[in-house]
């Protein structure tokens, strides 16, 4: 009897769940719309891309002119016809350096995934933000750490939301899905309201699958951005000035870039700042009600860095049109061409990035959207003999576990610690171990956070692990434990540039925020190692190549072994050594330099910008030495740059000395 009751209650449950059918709400596209509107939004990009290029930083006091059409203009027009076909630009090749990364490690790629592409294929023509986050990455960091406020100084800038839009092309009808994505994507070169306007788009751009109207695919974006979130009130004051301004878009441009330009805080008022481009592409769609040329015209008009928002508008519209809805003539610019672009992606601006067709790469992407329906809840379905996809538009990016490569903590004998371990993705709680090694005396490890007071000098190579629903990830770390900071106690600083040259700095094309300057000197060793007021530029009058030095002299003899040089924020024309040496002075006051001189990590060689980190420390160990004076010396880098004077120069915010480290030669290792 209790068998049949059991039995019976089994089948009753069984038909209840069949009853209540799916509940998910799938929606559906056909393939052949969906692979049809990627290609549409890549050839928008394309066309946005160059057509805004003469347009890009042009219009800043004033917006551009309203005689549109504008049409393709200069020198990017004779490019097309030069390499006959489409050619690469940093609106689009990091979203195809993105798509050769999927193909190679799968469609959710990892931050490490990317970041080695990001260090094999990005070699030049990089900026902002994301230059600091590629010298940050050939230090050894690893994303997110590259786009967070400490390590790079262009956080809020616009590069985020000009590189991503293919994790929401991919993701058709996943709007949670494509925002979260955007948005892990976005902090591998910016930080907090830095990476809204991308969460922003990456809504937009998967919601335009299934949505034509763009007041609610705006509103759609909205509602995807986090609570309490500038970009959000940035957007809703932009639909305000349309309501107040419907035919008049220069007025509505002029307010906007009063409050979002003009009146911006000093620290972040740059042309690229991401929230006032973001505020520009916004005006651009709603005054453009959603024609493609109008829109693109508008893009370009409302100024600033508007190639990036010409291109994102274009890609977004090319979604919702489709390719029967972009205009001829401008996937045609070249009378030969028979189809658009000449069906060729010329690849001019990544080291070892291979030419392609487009009609070829759309597909590639759109395999790759494929695998991501199919992966979170959604179908391939056969009906009357079409092929459709059936999407789960609740799907949830969940980011991987990772266990990023930070700054190794600062610890000096004596001195509190308290430094915290990053993680990455998952969710909380996380479970850490010391799997091996042992940590210094007066340190423990609790919950990802090294404490207490360091009380033997030495090297400790430990490994952590951290554990998330059942994901475990292991990294090593080589703790150092330095003796005694010495230089607070010198009585003098030494330098080759003691006051910092302003007039010739402020002459340069600066594009950190200039609250981190420091103009004297004394900066080096007051222990301030980040934020406002740390960083000393050595800039001075001269102009040609220079020898730079700083260092420390003492009334009575120091036993010295080891220099820790903090570089302070670089320029993009200077800010560097190009070579590094350790000099003491002996006995007969002459300067000698020191034997075996180690530098972790190394250098790098030559005057590339775009493996100069951020806000870093390289260890200088050496034999040790009786001395009373010691400094560091080496060659100032300086690059040509088409905005700034030609000026070789070093940043620095701390200088410490500390006592010899035995067996220091591990650090290779």
Request: net charge negative.
């Amino acid at each position: 009897m209790r068998l049949s009751k059991v039995f019976y209650l089994i089948l009753l449950i069984l038909f209840l769940i069949t009853s209540c059918g799916d509940k998910r709400n799938l929606v559906n596209i056909s393939v052949t719309d969906y692979e049809d509107r990627v290609y549409a939004s890549w050839l928008g990009q394309i066309i946005g891309n160059i057509y805004g290029l003469p347009h890009e930083n042009q219009y800043i006091e004033e917006p551009g002119p309203d005689e549109f059409p504008y049409g393709y203009q200069g020198w990017p027009l004779e490019y097309m016809e030069e390499v006959n076909g489409a050619f690469s630009d940093d609106d689009t090749d990091i979203e195809y350096m993105y798509l050769l990364a999927m193909e190679k490690h799968g469609p959710e790629p990892i931050y490490a995934q990317l970041a080695e592409a990001w260090k094999y294929h990005v070699r030049e023509r990089v900026w902002l933000a994301n230059r600091a986050a590629l010298g940050a990455m050939h230090y050894g960091y690893s994303p997110p750490v590259t786009g967070m406020k400490d390590y790079n100084p262009h956080w809020f800038q616009i590069d985020s939301q000009l590189v991503n839009e293919i994790w929401a092309v991919t993701s058709p009808g996943m709007v949670n899905y494509a925002a979260k994505k955007s948005g892990w994507a976005a902090r591998i070169t910016d930080d907090s309201w830095g990476i809204e306007p991308t969460i922003h788009y990456g809504a937009m751009y998967a919601a335009a699958f299934f949505e034509s109207d763009i007041h609610k695919l705006i509103d759609i974006g909205i509602n995807a951005l986090p609570k309490g979130s500038r970009f959000a009130r940035t957007v809703e004051e932009m639909k305000s000035l349309y309501q107040k301004y419907p035919n008049k878009w220069k007025k509505a441009r002029q307010e906007m870039a009063q409050k979002y330009y003009h009146d911006e805080p000093e620290d972040t008022k740059t042309i690229w700042n991401a929230n006032l481009n973001g505020a520009c592409a916004i005006l651009a769609l709603l005054y453009g009600e959603g024609d493609f040329q109008k829109t693109l015209d508008l893009s370009c008009a409302m100024g600033f860095d508007a190639d990036n928002q010409a291109a994102t508008m274009a890609g977004l519209l090319g979604i919702v049109l489709g390719t029967k809805g972009l205009p001829k003539d401008l996937l045609n610019p070249i009378d030969k061409w028979k189809e658009p672009f000449n069906d060729l992606y010329k690849n001019v601006s990544r080291y070892d990035m291979p030419d392609a067709s487009l009609k070829d790469m759309a597909k590639r992407m759109a395999k790759q959207g494929e695998k991501i329906i199919l992966q979170n809840g959604g179908e391939k379905i056969t009906k009357n003999g079409d092929d459709y996809y059936l999407i789960d538009p609740q799907a949830e990016f969940i980011a991987p576990l990772e266990f990023p490569v930070a700054s190794l903590p600062y610890i000096e004998i004596g001195k509190d610690v308290e430094h915290k371990f990053p993680v990455s993705g998952g969710k909380p709680p996380f479970k850490w171990h010391v799997l091996s090694g042992r940590l210094p005396e007066g340190l423990k490890f609790q919950n990802g956070k090294l404490t207490g007071k360091a009380t033997e000098v030495g090297f400790f190579m430990i490994e952590i692990q951290v554990e998330n629903n059942g994901n475990a990830i292991s990294r090593e770390f080589n703790l150092v434990v330095r003796g005694k900071n010495m230089a607070p106690y010198a009585k003098k600083i030494l330098a080759s540039t003691y006051h910092t040259d302003t007039a010739r700095r402020d002459s340069m094309w600066l594009t950190v925020p200039r609250s981190l300057y420091a103009e004297s000197i004394e900066v080096i060793s007051d222990r301030k190692r980040l934020g406002n007021g740390s960083t000393f530029y050595s800039i001075s009058n001269e102009p040609s190549k220079k020898v730079d030095y700083y260092g420390y002299e003492w009334d009575e003899s120091q036993t010295i072994g080891l220099l820790g040089y903090h570089t302070g924020s670089v320029e993009e024309n200077g800010g560097w050594f190009t070579s590094l040496n350790v000099e003491y002075r002996n006995g007969d006051g002459h300067w000698r330099s020191v034997e075996d001189l180690l530098i972790y990590p190394p250098l790098p060689k030559g005057e590339e910008r775009f493996n100069r980190p951020h806000f870093v420390e390289y260890l200088l160990a050496f034999k040790p030495v009786e001395t009373t004076a010691i400094r560091m010396i080496g060659d100032a880098g300086g690059v040509k740059h088409w905005y700034s004077k030609f000026t070789h120069f070093t940043s620095i915010t701390e200088l410490s000395v500390h006592g010899p480290l035995p067996d220091y030669e591990t650090l290779e290792k």
